[in-house]
Structures are given as C-alpha cells and as structure tokens.
C-alpha cells in the first residue's frame, strides 16, 4: 500500500481548521529561518501554505546566517513572550556555529509546536507531553490508520537525529515495540532490518535502503526530506523496496505533509489546553 | 573476566571522599522511602554506609505507604527547599497509587542526584545534563576500565524501565551503538542478543538470559536488582553465561555497589557546579 501523505494531511488539515474556527483568537505561528538554506525555505513555504490555507496567521521571521547564539536567543525570547504569537518554530538546521539546543531552550513548552526545547523533550522522554514531536506524531497516525500495533512488533529506525530518528525511537520502545537503532557505524544493518515489520528512516542519504535489505510484507516509512540542497530525495530505493512492502510512504508526498500537519495540530492543541 | 563492582565502587568513593574533603560545607543528602519495601530498604542502607564512609551526611526520610502525592510531593518540595539538603533521591518504586514523576518533579535538577525529574531527564535526553543518570554512569565506568567503544557495537537491551532500560538505551545510542531494545513483547530474542557484543539487563526477572542466547566474547551487564521481596537476583544465568563472556558483572557485588557510587559521585559534582 503506497501511503497519500498529501490526502491523509488534507484530512488533518481540516479537522485543525475546524477546530480553529471555534476559537476566539486567529492563531499566529511564529516561525524563524536563519541564513538562506534552499531546504528550509522550501519547508518553510510549504508550512506556511497550509497555515493560511486553514485560517492560521502564519509570520516569518529571516535572520542572517551570521547571527549570534546570544542576539538569535534573544529574538525568540521576544517572539515567545508576545502575546500575539500562539507558537514559535525555528526550521533546522540551524548554522553550525548555533548553540541550537540553547536557542531551542528560548521557547516556552505552551508554545512548542515542534516539542524540541529541552523541558518540552524531558516533557516527552517521561511520556507526560500535550503533544508529540510532529514526526511521531505522523509516524502514530500511519500506524494507527492502517490497524498496525506495535506490542511484539520488531522495529529499525535509521539515524538517531533530533527530529525523527531520537524522538522515533523513544517512542516506539515505549509502546512496547522492539526497537533497533542502526546509524552509519552499524557493520551489518541487515541484520536488523530483515527481520523488521516496521523500518523508519530519517538519515537523509539518497537509496540507502535497498529491496535486499527488507523483508516481505515489511511497512517503510521514509522521512528522507533533509538534503542540503534543498533536492527531497529518500532514503529508500523506492522503485525495488515498494515492490515487497505491506506499506510504504513516497517521498515527496509522504510523510512530509503529514509532519506539516501535525505541527499546525499541535499548534491549535497548544491553544486549547492553554485556554 | 568478571568485574569486582566493590572494588571499583571503593575506588570511585576514595576520590569522592578526597572531594568533600575539600568542600567547605559538610554534603548532605536526603533520602526518601515510601513504605516499608524490603528492597527499597536494603538498597537505602548500603547508600547510606556508603555516604556515611566518605563524610556525607545521609538522612532518611521514612513516610507511610498510604501518603497521597500532593503530600508527599509537599514534602520533598520542602526538602529541596532546604539550603542544608545538597541533594534529594527518592527510593522507587513508589506505591502504586502515587504519580511517581510528578513526585520526583519536585527535586530541582541541581539536587537531582538521580536525574529523574522531568527537568534533569530532559537535560539528559538532549545531552546537556550536568550529570549522567547512575546506572549510565555505572555502565560508562565499567565499558571505559575495559576499553569497550560504542561505535559500530550492536548492544541489547532488556527492559525500557526508568532507571535502567530507557536511560541507558537513549545513551548508548548518542555515543554511536547500535542499540536494539527488547521487552516482554519480544518475539525472538535470540536474533538480537546472539548478534550483540554488549548485553544490558534491567529488567528483574531471573536467569531470563541464558547462555545458548549469548555470542562467544560478549560483554554482559546485569542490573538484575528489582526484586519485591529484597532477594537479589539476577537477570544472567550467570554460571552458564559467564563460561562465554570477555566480560560480565556479578549479582550481588556487580554494577549495584558502582551505581551507589555513581549517586554519590553526582551529589558532589552538583555541589561543585553549584559553587
């Protein structure tokens, strides 16, 4: 089964704008780009696309590749404190000289759409968030529409990254999944993942996971966005892989807006559990 | 080769010891049990010689297995409140009725000698904590003295507890293992563990691991302490097991004594950052 990230994400997407009609306030989402990295602002595009597309005031904040930790902090210190702002967002990565997780730190758990300030991810590792990180978050809905529980369930997660692979796996282990975490110093990765009902990657390098590597009936779920260049390739041979899988997502048109999604989700969650 | 938890816990304590030697303020740490937990209480006295042995000051707070949360919470509040308190540990399990991680969210992470509240957990996931959670630190100590790397290990975990399972697998992970993660719901355990060159177990459950599971050279970490009834026990069936290990820790006089060694290790280290 090919998994229509576009279609699953419309459904979402218009269970959030009804949602978002039955508030008092239009929801702003603040969201900062650094620097001129083609891929973000990709992202970030598509982001604000579905934003308005549902009634969500969507406000971009650019600042130069050259900021400071400290001057970057304390912008998103401002953005979190107004008011007017319901969430803040910082596309990642951020350039390499960022403290990221410091300037993360700059942004309240009530306003964390991306759950990845240190107190919001303490929030998740003890299962106590409102919210999930929005790869999860895409992850648990895929599973859950296509009858897939997780309980004896022998899973690989590819990477172990901020975004997908770290927050992925936690999660997994914690629904009492079997989890194996493999990066790019795992001698035989085969290993894992011909045995694995469910692989999940989030390394972004181009075919890395190849039809040998898989198991009949396996589900993928392919979160190959992250290319410098801004190119959205995945990390799954998808021509060859696609033919064996019980599941899998394409990329683009995968889990990419279903993540988008979940984000303006959990920026609406946000606004009714602080009301 | 069979690891002597005793003496490498003496050794770690002698250097502790010179430390709060040289502190201005005797340390002093309050400890809490809940009920009346054979375990609970057995694991607690051997903390408390080892403070005591090293010049820290140990209190036991006892409180009645039928306090609510809001009052036990209350109570630790005041605890970590207390400027003659340098650290708060919290005995688990706690009785059932009891939220254990809004309890332990009392103890702000500068006292947090067990790196438990949400706060300190959160700090640890995103690798900024101050101070590794004890049983990591336990594992760290044990894998460095026998020049053990991570990259490209393929480790297995049993259990994704608190104390154990969870913490040591999201380590294991960021320093570049490969890291399977296996419970109860495990279908065929055997394909993790006959591949892994490191074995951690916390899960409590006797000789669960046996030798025909185990490659020839394995490292195998046992914290098979959780036992109700106070009896020690662990997870390895270690006779066997310990035939075909390069490595293996004892229970009792394995990673448990390290452990208490690690908490008293972090209370003075948080003492010193806190200066």
């Not at 978050?137 to 690989?156: D, F, P, S, T, Y």
């Not at 992250?226 to 998808?238: A, Q, Y």
């Not at 021509?239 to 999604?261: C, D, F, N, Q, R």
């Not at 989700?265 to 606004?271: A, E, P, Q, R, T």
């Amino acid at each position: 089964m090919l998994i229509d990230g576009k279609t699953i994400a419309e459904e979402i997407l218009a269970e959030v704008a009804a949602e978002v009609k039955k508030l008092t306030k239009q929801p702003r989402l603040a969201a900062v780009l650094v620097g001129d990295h083609v891929g973000s602002r990709k992202f970030l595009e598509l982001k604000k696309q579905a934003a308005e597309k549902i009634g969500i005031d969507f406000r971009l904040y650019k600042f130069p590749a050259d900021i400071t930790t400290q001057k970057l902090r304390k912008e998103i210190v401002g953005m979190a404190k107004a008011g007017v702002n319901h969430g803040v967002l910082v596309e990642l990565p951020l350039p390499p000289h960022i403290n990221s997780q410091y300037v993360l730190n700059a942004i309240p758990p009530e306003k964390d759409v991306d759950v990845l300030s240190e107190k919001s991810q303490g929030a998740f590792f003890v299962n106590r968030g409102e919210i999930l990180p929005p790869a999860v978050e895409a992850v648990k809905i895929i599973l859950a529409q296509n009858n897939i529980g997780l309980r004896g369930k022998n899973c690989a997660v590819f990477g172990y990254g901020l975004l997908v692979g770290k927050p992925i796996s936690h999660w997994l282990a914690s629904q009492g999944a079997t989890v194996s975490v493999i990066n790019e110093f795992t001698l035989n990765a085969n290993r894992y993942t011909l045995n694995a009902d469910i692989v999940i990657s989030g390394v972004g390098k181009q075919n890395i996971i190849k039809d040998d590597m898989i198991k009949d009936g396996a589900a993928i779920i392919d979160f190959g966005y992250e290319n410098l260049e801004g190119r959205i390739t995945g990390d799954v041979d998808f021509e060859e892989v696609s033919k064996k899988t019980s599941l899998i997502t394409p990329v683009p048109g995968g889990v990419g807006p279903i993540v988008i999604a979940a984000v303006l989700s959990n920026l609406v969650d946000l606004i009714k559990k602080a009301n």
